[in-house]
């Protein structure tokens, strides 16, 4: 059994809830964007802003809370939205490992996964390269996530 097949039970419960096409075509492209625009770049800056503020002042702590609240929740809708765009791709009967939407996809979700391993315990004990290895691969993960963004409308304008 192939990796649609698996998946096809799932969606054909979705295509008897005889959702609206634009709703099962735009949905997922619609609901991400707001994810990553409005989420993605908050915890970008916020992360950015605490990494550069001045160490122990208030507006460090600050940035940085607000950072930790909310990049988790971005992980987990995405890692979420993910799961419901390659459920989309099979309800529309479209090939899902030939696009490079679901290859940056992937990628996003591993390099989330790796941001998330880094945190872990406080850095591994607070450990300074951590911090800024977690800082670069945060801003390199938001650069793929604009990337997939692009390949998702180029798809999405082809289907």
């Given at each position: 059994m192939d990796f649609r097949e698996m998946l096809e039970p799932i969606a054909a419960q979705f295509r008897a809830l005889d959702m609206p096409e634009?709703?099962?075509?735009w949905g997922h492209p619609l609901m991400m964007g707001i994810v990553i625009v409005a989420m993605g770049s908050f915890a970008g800056i916020t992360g950015w802003k605490g990494r550069l503020a001045a160490v122990g002042s208030d507006e460090r702590i600050s940035q940085l809370t607000d950072h930790k609240k909310v990049a988790p929740l971005m992980a987990m809708f995405l890692a979420m939205g993910y799961t419901g765009g390659v459920l989309s791709l099979v309800m529309q009967e479209e090939a899902i490992f030939e696009s490079p939407?679901?290859?940056?996809?992937?990628?996003?979700?591993?390099l989330l996964l790796s941001q998330?391993?880094?945190?872990?315990?406080?850095?591994?004990?607070?450990?300074?390269?951590?911090?800024?290895?977690?800082?670069?691969?945060?801003s390199v993960t938001l650069g793929v996530m604009l990337?997939?963004?692009?390949?998702?409308l180029s798809l999405g304008f082809t289907i």
């Open positions: 634009v709703v099962v075509h939407h679901f290859w940056t996809g992937s990628t996003v979700i591993l998330g391993l880094l945190t872990l315990a406080g850095f591994w004990g607070d450990k300074g390269k951590l911090r800024t290895a977690h800082a670069y691969l945060g990337l997939h963004a692009a390949f998702g």
